[in-house]
Nanobody
Framework: QVQLVESGGGLVQAGDSLRLSCAASGRSSSYYAMGWFRQAPGKERDFVAAIRRSGSMSYADSVKGRFTVSGDNAKNTVYLQMNSLKPEDTAVYYC??????????????????WGQGTQVTVSS
C-alpha cells in the first residue's frame, strides 16, 4: 500500500510563498506521475500541477508562472513551491500518485493513491 503524506501548509498573507511537500512510502520515481490537486470549501477538487516520470510538468492555468512542481527521487518526495499566493489559492491541497499511464494527469481518475491533504489559507 502506497502512503502519501503532505506537509507544509499554513496561514500566510497574500503575496507570500509556501512550499508543500509530499513524501511517498514507495519509490516516487517509479510512478508514471505525481500530482497536486486542491479543494476549496463547497467546490470540486481541482488539478493544480503534476510531474511525470519523464520530468515533464503540467500546470493549471490559474497557477502558471506562480507555482512550481518538482521531485527529489532520493527522498521519494515531491514538492509544490507556491509563490505570489492569492486568497483564491485557499484550499486543502492533496498529493496523488499514478503508478501507471492510464489518462491525463489533470484527471482524478488517473491517480490511485491520495494523501490526507494539507490546509493552505491565504489572507488578503
Amino acid at each position: 500500500q502506497v502512503q502519501l503524506v503532505e506537509s507544509g501548509g499554513g496561514l500566510v498573507q497574500a503575496g507570500d510563498s509556501l512550499r508543500l511537500s509530499c513524501a511517498a512510502s514507495g519509490r516516487s520515481s517509479s510512478y508514471y506521475a505525481m500530482g497536486w490537486f486542491r479543494q476549496a470549501p463547497g467546490k470540486e477538487r481541482d488539478f493544480v500541477a503534476a510531474i511525470r516520470r519523464s520530468g515533464s510538468m503540467s500546470y493549471a492555468d490559474s497557477v502558471k508562472g506562480r507555482f512550481t512542481v518538482s521531485g527529489d527521487n532520493a527522498k521519494n518526495t515531491v514538492y509544490l513551491q507556491m509563490n505570489s499566493l492569492k486568497p483564491e489559492d485557499t484550499a486543502v491541497y492533496y498529493c496523488a500518485a499514478a503508478p501507471f499511464l492510464r489518462g491525463a494527469v489533470e484527471r482524478h481518475s488517473t491517480y490511485d493513491f491520495w494523501g490526507q491533504g494539507t490546509q493552505v489559507t491565504v489572507s488578503s
